[in-house]
């Protein structure tokens, strides 16, 4: 028995849950729909060349929960995921997850996303245990800020290893499944890395160092 992790957005899903979050936020009317979709696309261009400062991406999608209680978010986010989110889950990636149960394999998602979000989303997808964004709560309601280390680049790694600690898991033959350049620092720490429908930056690294490369659909 071994520990599948999986990164979320391009790789379980064929699209990124926060962007879609922030479209679908324009649509209940919590923000001026293009001048916020306009910012966001831009700060996801920068996430996709490994230049988003994260701290940033998140002050801006955070900023319409300001205030809002996290009864009233659970409650949007259900549909949300259900009518948005499950049309985009790669059926391979389904297979591959069926695969890892049935090897009795323990299963992770780690994501750069906030995690309201990325817990909704792998709880349509039967796994119970997420590392993600943790944000900071005043009185039932969302502030607007993170808390603790942030689950992108070396956060990622950090977080595992502490989560690793608390639940006595090793990372003795464990896979980790990324799209992404920014996962490169957790990729490289595993024995069992998979690089999916991967970016030019993360393929090349890939091809150099005859890591399996998925292209799931």
Known sequence: MALAIFDLDETLIDGDCASLWSAQMARLGWVDGESFLRQDAELMALYAEGRLAMEDYMAFSLSPLVGRSVE?????????????????????????????????????????????????????????????????????????????????????????????????????????????RNDLPLLQLVSQPRAVNPDPVLRRHAEQAGWPVLSWR
């Open 72 to 180: 009233e978010i659970a409650f949007v986010v259900e549909p949300f995921v259900e009518e948005m989110i499950e049309p985009l889950l790669y059926s391979d990636a389904t297979r591959c997850l069926a695969s890892h149960r049935a090897a009795g394999d323990r299963i992770l998602v780690i994501s750069a996303s906030a995690h309201f979000l990325v817990s909704a989303i792998a709880a349509r997808l039967g796994i119970a245990e997420v590392l993600a964004i943790d944000l900071e709560q005043r009185h039932g309601c969302y502030s607007g800020r993170t808390q603790g280390v942030l689950t992108y680049r070396e956060g990622k790694v950090s977080r595992l290893l502490e989560w690793l600690q608390q639940h006595g898991e090793s990372l003795d033959g464990a896979y980790f499944y990324s799209d992404s």
